[in-house]
């Protein structure tokens, strides 16, 4: 097994902080294999020392920026540009086979029957199912793939503009060629696909062994009580309708993660998202939304908005504040 890892790619000290969560939770559940964070050069010394406590190898790599603007700019996540970086995990040749994970996910039991699967194994993606999800893949590290994957980038760029554009390009048989590639999606289960279709999430979420956090919303973008041990965030974010999740992620967090950051910090000061309350609240662990800020949106872009679906069912176009416009024109 020791020719065998986890990988994952922390580029800030934001997404080494799920890394770090991400390494705990295999550590927890087990795994025989070998972890390995991949690290851009904006991860603090801080930070490093912390993941190199959690990763048995931590690899400072330099970023790979698709510098796709147009592309990026359709997904409006014009920071996936530096998961380009992601591809550097085909240069860790010292193992034979990988399985890659985003810092943005969380092990919920052990996933090691995932080295059985050959290159390149990996889940539908919720949003294109034809088109897998690069969250979580399996594959063989090759200087002779990464070259190839290089080259293709530079010829043909991304058609999204990140990884999972130009991965799904190059292993483009992956949806009709072997079923045996195509993992469950109980391990890549995303946000996105339990906000969409509830109740399937309903039926076979208990069977989740790793959970995806996609979306601009991270754990980490949240707080947390230690003492209600409650999350709080933002009411338009629909990963608000699965709070156990984040709660796994910030009890991880608080208790395995943030001891270790305190100690490397030192006196040094880095914000942990952890807010101490004197109040004392009964109950089980919940979410607590508070209002996010609204920006004032003009009428040509709010009926944009509209037309692309994408209506602010939580605020302006509330069905209370659309009946009460009815209401005054009606009157």
């Known amino acids: 097994m020791a ?30 294999r070998k972890l390995v964070a991949l690290i851009g050069p904006h991860v603090t010394e801080p930070a490093r020392d912390v993941l190199q406590k959690i990763y048995d190898e931590v690899r ?8 796709d ?15 380009f970086t992601k591809l550097h995990c085909w240069t860790l040749t010292h193992y034979s086979k990988c399985v890659f994970m985003d810092a943005d ?10 080295f059985n699967r050959e290159e390149l194994s990996a889940a539908p993606d919720p949003g294109w199912p034809d088109c897998f999800n690069s969250g979580v893949f399996v594959f ?3 200087i002779e793939t990464y070259g190839q994957l290089l080259q293709l980038c530079t010829e043909s760029g991304s058609f999204d503009g990140g990884d999972q554009g130009v991965l799904n390009s190059f292993f483009s048989n992956w949806s009709t060629a072997d079923i045996t590639k195509h993992l469950p999606f109980i391990y890549n289960l995303s946000s996105i696909a339990i906000y969409s279709y509830l109740p399937a999430f309903k039926q ?50 608080s208790g395995a993660v943030l001891p270790m950051m305190k100690e ?9 998202g952890c807010e ?43 069905f209370e504040n659309i009946q009460r416009k009815l209401d005054s024109f009606l009157n």
């Open 3 to 32: 020719d065998q890892a986890f990988v994952t790619l922390a580029t800030n000290d934001s997404y080494a902080k799920g890394a770090m969560v991400l390494g705990k939770s295999l550590r927890a559940h087990k795994t025989s």
């Open 60 to 67: 400072l790599v330099d970023l790979l920026d698709s510098k």
């Open 69 to 83: 603007a147009a592309h990026l700019s359709l997904m409006k996540r014009p920071d996936l540009g530096v998961t």
């Open 105 to 114: 996910t969380l092990v919920l039991s052990n996933v090691d029957e995932l």
């Open 140 to 142: 063989r590290p090759s």
């Open 204 to 253: 076979y979420g208990s069977d989740a062994k790793v959970v995806h956090f996609l979306g601009k919303m991270k754990p980490w973008n949240y707080s947390y009580d230690a003492t209600t041990k409650s999350v709080k965030g933002h009411s338009q974010d629909p990963s608000t309708l699965h709070p156990d999740y984040l709660l796994k992620w910030w009890h991880i967090y």
């Open 264 to 272: 490397q910090y030192g006196s040094e000061h880095f914000y942990s």
């Open 276 to 318: 101490d309350s004197e109040e004392i609240h009964h109950g089980v662990s919940q979410i607590q939304v508070s209002p996010s800020p609204r920006p004032t949106v003009s009428s040509e872009e709010r009926k944009q908005k509209w037309e692309q679906g994408q209506a602010d069912y939580m605020g302006m176009d509330s």
